[in-house]
């Protein structure tokens, strides 16, 4: 059974006041462009430095700091939530190269490691679907079953939010989550 509410909303995830926002970040976990450049931006240079020390204690790990599919939590600094977790979503080459597992991995990882930091609320961006150029449609049903999956072993998250940039993105979201504006 699931005790959490799941919604879309159109908006920028920097603004969000929820325990826990995700970040789209990349495997240097040292900033990028999107949705990382924006919350880094927001966050302030506090943010890089903490990714720079978990960058740096975790520079033997294979794929990494961070491979595609995992997560790793730091403070949120100038943002109104409490922590940011940053995963990095998989690069679509055609669906082939375990894109859907990966991408499955980053929501589930994200969602028990908000429950391990007593984080209650989170949002999530539409990972891997803008530079790493994942595509939408595909990408909505990944995410959605994952975190239908995952929520009924972390009874402690009652509320997630899919944060959307776009129309397109909220539009599919709300068709798959079954609301109809
Ligand atoms: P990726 O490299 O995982 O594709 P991007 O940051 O390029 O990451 O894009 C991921 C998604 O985040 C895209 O749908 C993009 O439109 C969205 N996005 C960009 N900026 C923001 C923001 N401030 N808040 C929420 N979503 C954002």
């Given amino acids: ?3 959490c509410t799941v919604e ?3 908006g920028d995830i920097t603004k969000l006041s929820v325990d826990a926002i995700v970040n789209a970040a990349n495997s240097s976990l040292l900033g990028g462009g999107g949705v990382d450049g924006a919350i880094h931006r927001a966050a302030g240079p506090e943010l890089l430095a903490e990714c ?3 960058a740096e204690a975790r520079r ?3 794929g990494g700091p961070c491979p595609a599919g995992e997560a790793v939590i730091t403070g949120a600094y100038k943002l109104p939530c409490r922590k940011i977790i940053h995963t990095v979503g998989p690069v679509w ?3 082939s190269r375990g894109e859907p597992a990966l991408l499955a991995s980053c929501y589930r990882n994200s969602i028990i490691l908000a429950r391990d930091s007593a984080c209650h609320s989170i949002a999530f961006p539409n990972i891997s679907t803008g530079v790493y150029g994942y595509p939408k449609e595909l990408a909505v049903a990944v995410a959605i079953d994952a975190v239908m999956e995952t929520l009924p072993k972390t009874p402690s998250i009652t509320k997630l939010v899919f944060v959307c940039f776009d129309r397109v993105n909220l539009d599919l979201y709300n068709e798959k989550l079954g609301i109809r504006n």
Avoid: F
């Fill in 8 to 10: 879309a909303v159109l």
């Fill in 1 to 3: 059974m699931i005790t």
């Fill in 93 to 95: 080459y055609g669906g």
């Fill in 60 to 62: 033997d790990v294979e």
């Fill in 52 to 54: 720079r020390r978990i």
